[in-house]
Every structure is written in structure tokens, then in C-alpha cells.
């Protein structure tokens, strides 16, 4: 009888980190987690743009490619500049 309470007792305290372990994972982890996939997606995001901004200033055509789709991008300032320079 004494060894059956030993038994139940281990697992009964196995279960018990095991449901605090999992409760610290998806309390903690979990939130820190996408919290850094966030951060390096926005960061993803403003280096693309930062990009095209930098190829835009240059005026002169550039290429945008996503996926199978590519994009001829020109800056409509250097038009308007180049217009008041011919003027």
C-alpha cells in the first residue's frame, strides 16, 4: 500500500511541473516570442521601403520584383524636376 501511494504521489507531482512548465511556456515564452517575430517583420518592412526610397532618389528607373510579379518604378518628382529645369 505504501509503494502504491509513493507511485501516486510522484506522478501526481510530475503532473503538476509538467502543467507549470506548460503554463510558463505559453504565459512567457509564447508572448516574447511573437513579440520578436513582430519586431523583425516591421524591421523587414522599413528596410524594403527605406530601399526603395534611396532607388527612387536616384531618378532613374528601378525594379521592384514580388514573386513572379517585377515593377518599373520611376519617381514622379524627377519628372516634375526635370520639367522646371527644361522651362
Same mark, same amino acid.
Given at each position: 500500500?505504501?509503494?502504491?501511494? *509513493?507511485?501516486?504521489?510522484?506522478?501526481?507531482?510530475?503532473?503538476?511541473?509538467?502543467?507549470?512548465?506548460?503554463?510558463?511556456y505559453l504565459f512567457?515564452?509564447?508572448?516574447s516570442l511573437n513579440n520578436y517575430i513582430t519586431e523583425k517583420q516591421?524591421?523587414?518592412? &522599413?528596410y524594403?521601403?527605406?530601399?526603395?526610397?534611396?532607388?527612387?532618389? *536616384?531618378? &532613374?528607373?528601378f525594379q521592384v520584383t514580388y514573386d513572379n510579379q517585377t515593377l518599373n518604378l520611376f519617381a514622379v518628382e524627377c519628372l &516634375?524636376?526635370?520639367q522646371n529645369s527644361s522651362a
Open positions: 500500500m505504501a509503494d502504491k501511494n *509513493k507511485i501516486l504521489i510522484t506522478s501526481l507531482i510530475i503532473v503538476v511541473v509538467l502543467l507549470i512548465s506548460f503554463l510558463i512567457l515564452v509564447v508572448p516591421l524591421e523587414g518592412y &522599413q524594403a521601403l527605406a530601399s526603395i526610397l534611396q532607388e527612387a532618389a *536616384k531618378c &532613374q528607373t &516634375q524636376q526635370e
